[in-house]
């Protein structure tokens, strides 16, 4: 299993999108899916930490807000050209 840091906002968005369709598959803990899941998931946080401002952060998880992951972010949740 190859991990990637993810650097851009696309690859961000494909990685949300692989996480969603594990999370959907609902993937046994300790089996390759599982432990991928759980990768991709630590490459997301470490990614939203530099990258999404902290205001963002609080809005979404306090708000319920879901982003349409085939939209850009809105400015107030982050700058796409941030690494």
Known sequence: MT???????????ATLKEISAL???DPDLGTPAGDRLN???????????????????IRLLTAGIEVDLD????????????P
């Open 3 to 13: 991990i990637h840091k993810i650097r851009t906002e696309a690859e961000y968005r």
């Open 23 to 25: 999370v959907d598959a």
């Open 39 to 57: 990768a991709l998931v630590s490459q997301v946080q470490a990614y939203e930490l530099l990258c999404v401002p902290v205001v963002g952060r």
């Open 71 to 82: 939209q850009p972010l809105p400015p107030e949740l982050g700058d796409a050209d941030m």
